[in-house]
């Protein structure tokens, strides 16, 4: 027998450490698996429903084996849980001499010299900023990992983050005069020496794709690499593939220039107005956009008239900025650094201006202030796929959602990783006990622009039926606002809007309430684990098909037409169902939890493919009839009073 399913066996040595630890035959299987890929330096794939136990289940053979291991996960909410709560539970367990460490991206770690910068530099800087610096400081006095995560004080978009960590581009390595105290390349040594280290899936690839200095000795020092969430990791690795650029990098440079210049370098005149008068151009290239965030197709939208003399003048400035740095190369190490970052954007901006290579997709994403360029290699599965197969290493590929119909192909086609091993382990939750879905009749159609009052009214009927909490999640922002202004006007119970406040918080406040209602869009359909009568009932206002103009998936689709392949039912249609499965997925986390998913869209029964999406759903007890779903609700409510008593 192996050395894993003691672990997990009954007696074993997790049902003798953990209070209340049950052997899952699901979680042993996926365990042994995992064991099996680490020996035999393969590749496997593992969709591991709801109530699995699968971080339990990867953790234990990596803690067991002798080899290095890399943990990959979607969201730093995940990986600070892993780094903090389950990795030393099990490590004092099975490993206790094991080595753990936690690595973030750059922007992750306080950089004190870029704080002593702007301390020299805080007169310029508004009263807000100036408050915000003053806690900073406060605080890096205190501080042994320089994570700014400990920061609670401050929000993670205030204004004074960008000046008091790094980026790529402005750090200057080993000529830094605080080089032996920096606390990134503190975080990366101890990631070097560690056995297994945490990260995050970005920054897995950000190294991969870059190499950026230091953290690149660790990838390909590791022998296992594990991605948990791994439904993600395709769009992802196409990001970090690809090549970017925003206009927030050209402004940033365009300050760093002025700041300079006007403290050590005061007779750069000359580099100083260059440097505003670029600023402005790059803002004035912004203004052709529309003032509303939206995504493009780059290659279209260059083809216009002004936006063609817009973006010629940013060249021509730039090119004239580069210039006119150039003159002072040498004087200062931090303008050394400036003039690289500006003939490196410029390089860049010449390769985003060229729209014509084949098999990128050009496209454009803008915020209120700013715009980014992006060109996106349309597959990475020559790359990838290629890289996993001569890397001598064994990967594991884990979700609770990456099969469609109970095949991997999408999933595993994608990453180029054809040879990998796949197993499917279904939750061992009573689904058709706890849960029931409703697809309510008489529903107008999907794109009927006033379908928000009926879904108003079946949202209103539904809370005011369920004691406990409740999730609307929604594919378009347009429809989230539209129910929040109607719901505040008309329940009494707390209503929690995504943008409000961050994640986290808005997930701590919903979970504190046990009643409160809850509306999100698509961050909200994954990665949040509410358990109890906190959450009782999960709406969602339609199938969460891509938007028809995300420029990324148009060009895959005409890739695809151009190869003679259906793009609906081989790209639109596998991503709506993993979608709708990680929605779905909100509703049970327990085997005590009970509740009501609504869908709100008939296409789940008028069209072809709706059987597709409701056999990937957990096996659900199913109605028409909203009214069943209302007194499951209130049947749920009077079990747990019952219970109660």
């Not at 803690?63 to 539970?89: C, M, W, Y």
């Not at 990324?552 to 003679?564: F, H, P, S, T």
């Amino acid at each position: 027998m192996s050395k894993v399913a003691d672990v997990f066996k009954p007696g074993g040595q997790l049902s003798a450490a953990i209070d209340g630890f049950q052997p899952r035959d699901a979680q042993l299987e996926m365990a042994t698996a995992i064991e099996k890929t680490i020996r035999a330096g393969r590749q496997l794939v593992v969709e591991a429903e709801t109530g699995t136990g699968k971080t339990f289940a990867y953790l234990a053979p990596i803690l067991l084996a002798k080899e290095k291991a890399i943990v990959s996960t979607g969201t730093k909410n995940l990986q600070e849980q892993l780094f903090h709560r389950d990795l030393p539970t099990l490590r004092k367990i099975l490993a206790p001499k094991k080595v753990i460490a936690l690595l973030k991206g750059r922007a992750n770690y306080l950089c004190i010299y870029r704080l002593e910068q702007a301390q020299q530099q805080a007169g310029q800087l508004p009263k807000t900023t100036q408050h915000q610096l003053l806690k900073v400081k406060r605080w890096s006095t205190m501080t042994r990992s320089g994570d700014i995560g400990e920061l609670n004080e401050l929000q993670e978009d205030a204004q004074v983050m960008p000046l008091v960590t790094s980026t790529k581009d402005n750090c200057l390595g080993r000529d830094c005069p605080v080089y032996d105290e920096c606390h990134l390349v503190t975080a990366r040594e101890e990631a070097k020496k560690a056995d297994i280290v945490v990260v995050n899936h970005h920054l897995f690839f950000a190294d991969l794709a870059v190499k950026d200095t230091g953290f690149g000795e660790i990838i390909p020092n590791s022998d296992v690499v594990v991605f948990d969430e791994a439904h993600q990791v395709p769009d992802i690795a196409s990001q970090y593939f690809g090549d970017a650029m925003s206009s927030r990098q050209l402004t940033e440079l365009c300050e760093e220039v002025t700041r300079l210049c006007l403290t050590e370098l005061k007779d750069l005149s000359q580099a100083t107005q260059m440097a505003r008068t670029f600023e402005q151009v790059v803002k004035d290239w912004r203004l052709q956009f529309p003032r509303d965030p939206m995504r493009g197709n780059w290659r279209e939208w260059r083809q216009q008239d002004a936006m063609q003399e817009a973006t010629s003048r940013v060249q021509e400035k730039l090119e004239t900025l580069v210039q006119v740095l150039r003159t002072a190369r040498g004087r200062h190490k931090d303008m050394d650094n400036l003039i690289e970052r500006a003939e490196e954007y410029l390089s860049l901006w010449q390769q985003l201006m060229d729209t014509d290579e084949t098999g990128y997709s050009y496209w454009f994403e803008t915020t209120v202030r700013h715009v980014v360029l992006h060109q996106t290699p349309l597959s990475v599965a020559k790359k990838f796929g290629g890289l996993v197969r001569h890397s001598q290493r064994s990967w594991v590929f884990t979700s609770a959602t990456i099969a469609v119909n109970e095949k991997f192909e999408h999933f595993t086609h994608r990453l180029g990783i054809y040879d990998a091993e796949t197993l499917l382990l279904a939750s061992p939750f009573n689904f058709a006990e706890q849960a029931l879905l409703c697809l309510p009749r008489y529903l107008p159609e999907a794109n009927d622009y006033n379908r928000h009052t009926l879904l108003a009214d079946i949202a209103q009927q539904c809370i005011d039926h369920n004691h406990g909490g409740t999730f609307l999640l929604f594919t378009s922002h347009r429809m989230l606002q539209q129910m929040a202004d109607f719901l505040r006007d008309r329940i009494d119970r707390k209503v929690l809007v995504q943008g409000d406040a961050g994640k986290t918080e808005l997930i701590n406040q919903f979970t504190k309430a046990a009643n409160a209602v809850l509306l999100g869009t698509s961050s909200f359909w994954e990665g949040v684990d509410v358990r109890g009568d906190a959450l009782r009932c999960v709406i969602i206002d339609k199938l969460p098909f891509a938007s028809p103009d995300d420029p990324l998936l148009n060009a895959r689709v005409e890739d695809a037409r151009l190869r003679g392949v259906d793009a609906f039912s081989t790209i639109q249609l596998p991503q709506a169902i993993i979608a709708l499965k990680q929605g779905a997925g909100r509703l049970i986390r327990d085997q005590r939890d009970r509740g009501v998913l609504i869908v709100c869209d008939n296409r789940l029964v008028n069209r072809y493919y709706g059987a597709r999406f409701l056999k990937s759903l957990p096996p659900m007890a199913r109605t028409r009839d909203l009214q069943k779903a209302l007194d499951f609700l209130d049947e749920s409510n009077h079990d747990k009073h019952t219970t109660g008593n």
